[in-house]
């Protein structure tokens, strides 16, 4: 497609290196090298923002900054997909469900979305199935690795010597993790990145060149098959199978992900993923994998959806009726979600001037710690200790 496109991307957040945050990140800069315009909408920003913005790709935590409506929203997630559909009544989108079961990932009927983007089959179920998403709306686009980043390695070893958890959700359990129990008792080290164990990778493709086995779900097991390591599927504290280059296409149209990843994690099951280590095949599969998993193919095709949806508003007839139908049914979903946000936020503010009062660390502590719904931070509050 010729012009200068613009393209809003949504997403809920720009914080760190996790999740749909990449996806956007990465996505941005291939539409930038094409040609397009992005720019890219999220309220809550961090270090992925700063990398945009250094790219000279514009990020917005407002809308209302924008002084020229895009041509088509990319949206990601509930809320500020919806929040650019109101902002801009005369522009289409396209809808991505990244999650079986993510509250935020929920479908979003609106009669402005033209397509809606699933990452593998369950969440093509979940649009269709209890979305009331037709299917001919419906497009399976499977996740894709930068190839040009994760690089393979030329061997691996004949037996496995070093392990990788690459996961944001799993952490650590010390003297109780039956990952670590299966790795000593394999003889094999043991690493663990991700958010929960306060350990993310801006740059993951050199970590993982120094792994054999690496226990992945989602797009980060496809960068972990794209740098040639043996990929165990793990995730939701369950354990699934090694790829190989018998399953893997199959593995691949389930994005690696919930529905392939279904046996309870134990010490047995580890050592029986370690057991299955063949470094010919683990190769073997990176190989098949670059020759159709690169990003750039998927931003073609998705190039492609967004002139369709584009050709396809101008010739349709706006109806605001519907619109409005659609924003209220999502602000009635939205409510009971709204109170118990309140009530989780109230907790974590409590639970900050608890600790940022911590009699045990002063030496003469001056009273109880104050209220969540007080506006003084000093220790006075009108609910006394008894």
Known sequence: MSGRLRVLITNKSLV?????EVYARDLARKLQARGLCPVVYSQQWGKVAQE??????PVVRSLQQLGAPPDIIHGHHLHPTLCALTAFPGVPAIYFCHDWSAWHDAPLSHPRIGRYIAVD???RDRLICTGSIPPNKVIHLP???DLNRYRMRSSLPSTPRRMLVFSSLYQRRRFRDPVQRACRA???ELAQVGYANRRVLRAPEHELLRHDIVLAKGKSAMEAIASGAAV?????????????SKNWETLYDQNFGRRAIGQPLSVDSVLQAIRAYDPADALEVARLFRQRCDIQPAVDRLIGIYGDVIDEFKRGSPCPQAEAAALTAYLERAEPMLDL???????????RQLWAWRPWRRKRPTG???CPDSADTAPTCSRRAA
Do not use: E, H
């Open 341 to 351: 946000g309140a009530d989780r936020w109230l907790r974590k503010q409590y639970t």
């Open 368 to 370: 109880p710690p104050p």
């Open 16 to 20: 760190t290196w996790t999740g749909t």
């Open 52 to 57: 945009l913005m250094a790219s000279t790709i």
């Open 186 to 188: 394999a003889d094999v």
């Open 121 to 123: 089959q369950t969440c």
């Open 232 to 244: 165990v599927l793990f995730g939701y504290n369950r354990i699934g199978p090694m790829v190989t």
């Open 143 to 145: 996740n894709w690795a």
